[in-house]
Each structure stands twice: as structure tokens, then as C-alpha cells.
């Protein structure tokens, strides 16, 4: 049984940076991880993606060369390195899991966290 569990969120200040983490459990080495994030009113957005089993990533346009996906094999623990935050990244964060590659739909995504609130003041 795949379980996913963040950690990490919280409030913070424009300009500072967050570290949030994914634990998982059961996953597959075969499968892909992906971040998303969902601020209020809006869409489940994806934001960063990375596989088990190499090292290429991927992140969703708002967040390129602000935000690092990572992760930690002998942990099962995926990481999001959130850098120069600013208002509009306030959001729930959501760890998911899919079986396959790359993938920036949500609905490609079979196993969800309960997600970690993120707020940054302005």
C-alpha cells in the first residue's frame, strides 16, 4: 500500500525559502513523484516532477529557477526546495505518485498526500 505524508509548510515572509518533504511508503522504484500545489479558488497546479530511478526533473513554469525538486533514495523521501517565495506561491502542497513517467496532469496521478499548507505574506 502506497502512503505518502509532507511535511515542511508553514508561514513565511516574501523572499524567504521553505523546505517541504514527501515520506513515502510502497512505492514502486519504477515510479514517477510529482509535486502540485492548490491555492485558493484556483486549479490543482503541477509543479515539480521527479522519477526513482534517475536524476531529470521537471518543474511547472511559475516555479523554474525559484523551486528544486530532490530526493533522497535510502530515505523514500522526496524533497521541494522552495527559494525566493513570493504571495502568489501560497498554496496546500500535495506529494503524488503515479505509475509511469513524467507527467504534469493530476489525473495521471493514482496516490495523493493530505498535503501541507504553505502562506507567504507580503
Known amino acids: 500500500q502506497v502512503q505518502l505524508v509532507e511535511s515542511g509548510g508553514g508561514l513565511v515572509q516574501a523572499g524567504d525559502s521553505l523546505r517541504l518533504s514527501c515520506a513515502t511508503l510502497g512505492v514502486p522504484f519504477s515510479y514517477f513523484m510529482g509535486w502540485f500545489r492548490q491555492a485558493p479558488g484556483k486549479e490543482l497546479e503541477f509543479v515539480a516532477g521527479i522519477p526513482w530511478r534517475d536524476t531529470s526533473t521537471y518543474y511547472g513554469d511559475p516555479v523554474k529557477g525559484r523551486f528544486t525538486i530532490s530526493r533522497d533514495n535510502a530515505k523514500n523521501t522526496v524533497y521541494l526546495e522552495m527559494n525566493s517565495l513570493q504571495p502568489e506561491d501560497t498554496a496546500i502542497y500535495y506529494c503524488?505518485?503515479?505509475?509511469?513517467?513524467?507527467?504534469?496532469?493530476?489525473?495521471?496521478?493514482?496516490?495523493w498526500g493530505q498535503g501541507t499548507q504553505v502562506t507567504v505574506s507580503s
Open positions: 503524488a505518485a503515479r505509475a509511469g513517467g513524467p507527467h504534469m496532469a493530476r489525473n495521471e496521478y493514482q496516490h
